[in-house]
């Protein structure tokens, strides 16, 4: 009889250290899906700060008003992300201490990014039962600009300025040779022949690509903000100058641009080298990432020295293409980021591709002079999208 007492009071305590386990196991389930809850909000405001920081970033690199990134902050963090409220700062550095506040009127002109604190308030569910109805969640980030050092390399050989002349490519063969009509009567001196008859090039007066390039590098130029961006201009034709160094003084910059004179050879490993050397030399920023934006029209045919030359400018040098690609390796190893641009049919595509793989950066093909605006300021977003950190 004792044993089947006993008994009894073992059934009845195993079902109290059952109901005992239920209830733990209830609440820490109830525990586990409002931390959940907590961890999903957490996740969503953090989404929000990173998209606020980064829209801000880009908005400080445009040179927008103090007002339009406040704007934008708010726009990706509680309209878009649906944080519930945010703070923002201009800071000169990921890290760095607070220069001043978004939305008070002015930009420290040493502000280079945004650091933003942002909340997030979610109801609870079983933590209710314990006297908590809502839960906030915090979460911070930041968004901005590395500097960058950029050098314009423009092609200023003769035949940047030969696009006056119907002939495009001008005729090898069955006819006058003259690769660089630079002028009318060269051009109209040109001709091929239909039958027995002699078709001559047409002079016109559309915009010479040595203008086109000026103009597109200058607006590629206005597009970049002094306060993080230094830019220089190389050059090439026979020779190979250092036109401007690197400076934020974009005026300057730009005079430069204007000032070049389109005639001679094609030495592109010297453009690529004195954008090189430049680039690593004593206007070089540390810290700064390397960018070189390369033009040709043509294909290389002189080099650095007459070992890499080939007399009376031939359209095929093979050692004067080495050379160029030679300097790619060089400013790979020195971790400059090379974007080039092929303009014409003239120009070597195959090379000019070849050093933009070689460095990372992009090719980039324009038919006409036409296209050579909306290249620049393609090449143009892609550094900045490499600059936002």
């Known amino acids: 009889m004792e044993m089947k007492g006993n008994t009894k009071h073992e059934r009845g305590g195993v079902l109290l250290l059952l109901a005992l386990s ?79 506040t978004v939305g008070e009127g002015a930009i420290p002109l040493s502000a280079t990014g945004i650091r933003i604190n942002a909340t ?4 609870t569910y079983f933590a209710q039962l314990l006297g908590f109805d809502t839960l ?17 390399v423009l092609d200023r050989s003769g035949s940047m ?45 559309p915009l010479q690509p040595i203008t086109a390039a000026k103009n597109a590098a200058n607006l590629f130029v206005d597009l970049n903000n002094p306060h993080f961006t230094y830019i220089g201009v190389a050059s090439y034709a026979d020779d190979y100058t250092l036109n401007r160094t690197l ?56 080099g650095l020295n007459s070992s890499q030359s080939c007399s009376s400018c031939p359209d095929y040098c093979p050692v004067a293409k080495t050379a160029a690609r030679n300097q790619a390796i060089l400013a790979a190893e020195d971790n400059i980021i090379i974007f080039t641009i092929a303009l014409g049919n003239k120009a070597d595509q195959a090379l000019m591709r070849d050093i933009a793989d070689l460095t990372g950066g992009g090719f980039y093909y324009a038919p006409t002079s036409d296209e050579l605006a909306s290249i620049y300021e393609e090449i143009f977003e892609q550094i900045r999208l490499r600059l936002i950190e």
């Not at 906030?136 to 314009?152: H, P, Y």
């Not at 027995?196 to 016109?204: A, E, F, N, P, Y």
Request: proline fraction near 4%.
């Open 22 to 100: 239920l209830i733990v196991l209830i609440g820490l389930l109830a525990l586990a899906i409002d931390i959940g809850v907590g961890y999903a909000a957490r996740r969503k405001v953090q989404n929000a700060v990173d998209a606020g920081a980064l829209a801000a970033a880009v908005k400080l690199a445009d040179h927008e008003s103090d007002s339009v990134i406040y704007a934008v902050i708010e726009q990706y963090t509680i309209v878009e992300n649906e944080a519930h409220t945010f703070e923002a700062f201009y800071i000169a550095e990921p890290g760095g201490p607070v220069l001043a």
């Open 120 to 123: 997030l308030t979610t109801p």
């Open 136 to 152: 906030t969640v915090e979460a911070s980030g930041g968004g901005g600009f590395g500097k960058a050092d950029i050098m314009l």
């Open 161 to 205: 300025d030969d696009d006056s002349c119907s002939w495009q490519p001008y005729p090898p063969t069955g006819g006058r040779e003259c690769y660089s009509p630079v002028n009318e009567t060269n051009c109209t001196d040109c001709y091929v022949l239909s039958g027995s008859r002699r078709v001559h090039g047409t002079w016109g007066s």
């Open 247 to 302: 400076s934020n003084n974009y005026a300057g910059v730009k005079t430069a641009i204007s000032n070049l004179v389109a005639d001679g050879c094609t030495n592109a490993a010297g453009g690529l080298y004195r954008a090189r050397q430049e680039l690593t030399g004593v206007h070089a920023r540390e810290g700064a990432s390397r960018f070189v934006v390369f033009l040709t029209d043509g294909l290389p045919n002189q």
